[in-house]
């Protein structure tokens, strides 16, 4: 990763940083951006404000018992103009010295309110790493470009926009980081519920919200096929959106292979309970699910794209497979099944990659020095 030096004698605290996202919906964006919060908020140097653009609000309650200022603004429509006067009075009264965004819809809502105050606006709508170069593609290389600092969760993410990382140029990357107070605040019991639906089958489950870029026909497919090679075995699909019903419908068996549980809140114990974690998908920035597999300790099967080999090392914490190959998904999956040992070294791996690599306290360090660079600069 490539972040600037460390400035922190030459900072007057406390530094003022206003984030602005468009939802706290249950995502992996979402739940990023609220332990980065929660992690600098616990800095006695740095003030932080919260603003959400819609009335999903999952992660809110995390928020309001901290010390974190948050406010909803709900956009009565996509593209709301009073969005900016109700910002604007915010910052008025806030007076943030950062403004950092979280999407190329914040960026743009946000790139004006932080020049009227005179904010350096940090961009971090650099999540996934596609080049679909539609309007909305260049739309967002625009902001970005006209964004005092970029901060991608990934490598191939940068490379996506044809950025590179450049201390002097304002482009970073930051990797996502794994608050591992989620896993001593989980329920032991939690993931029971899923063990006794399984009635002693090993479990391999997918977490991923049912959108476009998540591939969970070639999960169901794997789940079909590792069937057959090994009956038991029970594939669990976590998660919504708005491919949910079609996929459950045209894959569930109430008494076979393949179940859906649909949103769930403990995750972690949930996650807790599998054997392998998988994540099929056409690409990816930096997958949220995959670090949490691996924080857990279960080996890893995931699509080979974007910056997924930035966090799973092939053949030493999980395997990297091609996309839209049920195939070889199912191939790898009944080789971890059927050799526990070396499936459980794996997961260690991950896990001790995760703590020393992935943790909070470095995304929040690393985020923190480069807002100090830039209000020094």
């Known amino acids: 990763?490539?972040?600037?030096?460390?400035?922190?004698?030459?900072?007057?605290?406390?530094?003022?940083?206003?984030?602005?996202?468009?939802?706290?919906?249950?995502?992996?964006?979402?739940?990023?951006t609220v332990q980065l919060v929660l992690g600098l908020a616990a800095r006695p140097d740095v003030s932080i404000?919260?603003?959400w653009l819609d009335?999903?609000?999952?992660?809110?309650?995390?928020?309001?018992?901290?010390?974190?200022?948050?406010t909803p603004v709900p956009r009565?429509?996509?593209?709301?103009?009073?969005?900016?006067?109700?910002?604007?009075?915010?910052?008025?009264k806030f007076q943030p010295q950062i403004v950092h965004t979280t999407c190329w819809m914040t960026s743009f809502y946000g790139w004006p309110i932080a020049r009227l105050t005179r904010a350096k606006i940090v961009n971090g709508s650099i999540r996934n790493a596609f080049q679909d170069h539609s309007v909305r593609w260049h739309v967002e290389r625009l902001l970005l470009?006209?964004?005092?600092?970029?901060?991608?969760?990934?490598?191939?993410?940068?490379?996506?926009?044809?950025?590179?990382?450049?201390?002097?140029?304002?482009?970073y990357v930051v990797w996502n980081g794994f608050d591992f107070t989620r896993l001593t605040n989980a329920n032991p019991a939690g993931g029971d519920e899923l063990r006794r639906l399984a009635g002693g089958r090993r479990i391999v489950g997918m977490v991923a919200q049912f959108k476009d870029d998540k591939d969970y026909e070639t999960f169901c497919e794997a789940g079909r096929l590792v069937a057959t090679m090994c009956g038991d075995v029970l594939f669990v699909a976590v998660g919504d959106g708005k491919n949910y019903?079609?996929?459950?419908?045209?894959?569930?068996?109430?008494?076979?292979?393949?179940a859906f549980l649909g949103r769930q809140s403990n995750v972690e114990e949930i996650i807790a309970a599998f054997d392998v974690g998988v994540l099929a998908t056409y690409i990816e920035g930096l997958p949220n699910s995959i670090m949490e597999y691996m924080a857990l300790g279960k080996p890893v099967v995931a699509t080979d794209g974007g910056g997924t080999a930035e966090l799973v090392v092939d053949g030493e914490t999980g395997f990297l497979v091609p996309a839209k190959d049920p195939e070889i998904v199912?191939?790898?999956?009944?080789?971890l099944v059927t050799h526990p040992a070396e499936a459980r070294a794996m997961g260690e791996r991950g896990k001790a990659r995760v703590m020393s690599a992935f943790s909070v306290e470095k995304?929040?360090?690393?985020?923190?020095?480069?807002?100090?660079?830039?209000?020094l600069e």
């Open 1 to 32: 990763m490539s972040v600037p030096m460390q400035l922190a004698d030459r900072v007057t605290p406390p530094l003022r940083v206003l984030y602005l996202i468009d939802s706290l919906r249950a995502g992996g964006k979402e739940r990023q």
């Open 49 to 51: 404000q919260v603003v």
């Open 55 to 70: 009335r999903e609000d999952f992660f809110a309650q995390a928020l309001r018992e901290s010390t974190v200022c948050c």
């Open 76 to 92: 009565r429509r996509r593209w709301d103009f009073s969005v900016f006067t109700r910002l604007c009075r915010i910052c008025r």
């Open 145 to 171: 470009r006209m964004s005092d600092a970029i901060i991608a969760n990934s490598q191939a993410g940068l490379n996506s926009r044809g950025f590179r990382a450049d201390d002097a140029s304002r482009r």
């Open 245 to 258: 019903e079609a996929i459950r419908q045209r894959y569930e068996q109430p008494t076979g292979s393949i």
């Open 330 to 335: 199912a191939r790898r999956i009944e080789y």
């Open 363 to 375: 995304l929040v360090e690393n985020t923190l020095s480069i807002y100090r660079h830039l209000i």
